[in-house]
């Protein structure tokens, strides 16, 4: 009997372990933290041995093949034994992929990735076929696996799951785009991480389809450099493209042998050019597995977009209040201000990744009336904007940062929270972060 050992007891490694289990495994679970009480009752309910708090070596090193949580970096000094000793360590999705038949469509990309995800899930199914959503959303892909079985995935994939795949090969493969981020894990060099991002379609053939943002000059570079087999479907929203997808006069057009559809984008739930650029590519997966060009249209015109993004919460004395706490680099943040149509007030800050400000200078001179800093520490935002905004205050919980925007702002303007940054300083992430904005607004 072969053995499996998954690193890390969290939603891809006990879906890892109950598929492990099911293929006949015998399957060890080890994670260096606590294990949740729902998570522990999974393992025991499948008599799946486990650990907590430690990693016993003797019982790792013994694998034949290990899955590795994906938040574990390569750097760790067990993984390091683990390499040495040749014993395979593989992502969740590699993993699971080897035991379904299923179609893959394979979702990348430092942003936009989430609804865009969300977005072509609910078409395919709209569409009519039996069709699931994993990777980092809900339920684990191998879970999904072993469980409940679907001809056709939709799966979202970071770099960082990106990065333990083998033979992992999406039919279909989105990468909306590439800016820095996570870079602390690719010992600081930018093209370590878009490499780590074009490893979606390094094991795809000339059958299989990649749909990009041609408009990315990161992307448009790396390919002409590294060509990939499959075919190519690029958008934009800046120049004609002959096959894949373009924005002309409000019209996306998307052409895919020599089989056209032509939408127009005025009745799109979703504001904003990224999101136009998201349904584009949403479009073009469905388009491929031609779904009706009428239930496109529909979905398109339907889809209310994910919680934390640009999510509009309400209007109150003609004040618009948003919640972009998903906005964890500049890159989204970017996104969000572009989309305001009214002076801003910007709620911002939160656990710095390095991150360089200055793309945002021209869209905050543009747009935003007053900064509220919300973070332990926001000297770099404060050093960033003095020069362009007068009224920057610094807060250090949500209650007071709305409080002081619902004082500031004033009719037809906004409040925006689009932090730029990670949640970990005052939040436990970016969900409770978007959770306290509403629940402020909401009292006020």
């Known amino acids: 009997m072969k053995r499996l ?29 606590i294990i949740t ?14 650990e907590e708090q430690q990693h016993t070596e003797t019982k790792i090193l013994s694998a034949d093949i290990v899955m590795k949580s994906p938040g574990i970096p390569d750097k760790v000094a067990l993984i390091k034994k683990l390499l040495e000793k040749e014993i395979p360590v593989v992502s969740e999705i590699e993993f699971a992929a080897k035991y379904t038949a299923a179609q893959v469509v394979g979702i990348t990309g430092s942003n936009g990735k989430t609804t865009t995800t969300m977005l072509t899930h609910y078409v395919l199914k709209q569409g009519g076929l039996n069709v699931n959503m994993a990777g980092n959303i809900g339920d684990s892909f191998a879970k999904q696996v072993a469980e ?14 990106l990065d333990g795949i083998k033979d992992f090969a999406p039919h279909i493969a989105v990468l909306t785009n590439i800016t820095p981020d996570h870079l602390d894990r690719y010992d600081n060099k930018f093209e ?46 800046t120049k004609k493209v002959e ?3 373009y924005l002309e006069k409000e019209n996306i057009t998307i052409t895919i042998d020599n089989n056209k559809i032509i939408m127009p984008t005025t009745n ?31 979905c398109l015109e339907n889809f209310h977009g994910v919680e934390h993004r640009l999510e509009s919460v309400l209007k109150i004395n003609n004040v618009q209040y948003i919640n972009d706490s998903k906005a964890t680099n500049v890159n989204a ?25 200055s793309e945002l200078y021209s869209l905050v001179n543009e747009k935003v009336k007053a900064i509220i800093c919300l973070g332990v520490d926001n000297s770099r935002i404060v050093n960033a904007f003095g020069n ?42 970016y969900e409770e972060r978007g959770r306290q904005f509403k629940e402020a607004v909401r009292e006020l």
């Open 5 to 33: 050992v998954v690193l890390g007891a969290g939603e891809s490694g006990v879906g890892t372990a109950i598929l492990g289990k099911k293929e006949g495994f015998d399957v060890f679970v080890s994670d260096k933290g």
């Open 37 to 50: 009480d729902q998570y522990k009752e999974v393992l025991r309910s499948f008599e799946i041995k486990w």
């Open 148 to 161: 409940n079985d679907a001809p056709f995935y939709v799966l979202e994939l970071s770099s960082f799951q």
């Open 192 to 237: 370590n991480y878009i490499a780590s991002k074009f490893r979606i379609a390094m094991n795809q053939k000339e059958e299989d389809y990649f749909i990009y943002d041609a408009d990315d000059e990161v992307i448009s570079e790396y390919l002409k450099k590294h060509p990939v087999r499959s075919r190519l479907l690029p958008f934009s929203i």
């Open 243 to 245: 096959n894949g997808a």
């Open 268 to 298: 799109l739930k979703l504001k904003g050019n990224h999101n136009v650029k998201n349904a584009m590519a949403a479009a073009t997966v469905s388009q491929l597995l031609k779904i009706r060009k009428a239930t496109i249209r529909e």
């Open 333 to 357: 943040t970017f996104y969000a201000l572009d989309a305001m149509k009214s002076a801003t007030v910007w709620i911002v800050g939160g656990v710095d990744k390095g991150n360089d400000y």
């Open 388 to 429: 362009c905004v007068d009224n920057i205050i610094e807060t250090q919980s949500m209650k007071d940062a709305v409080n002081i925007a619902y004082k500031i702002a004033e009719r037809n303007e906004n409040v925006l929270l689009s932090p730029a940054c990670a949640s970990f300083d005052l939040f436990k992430n």
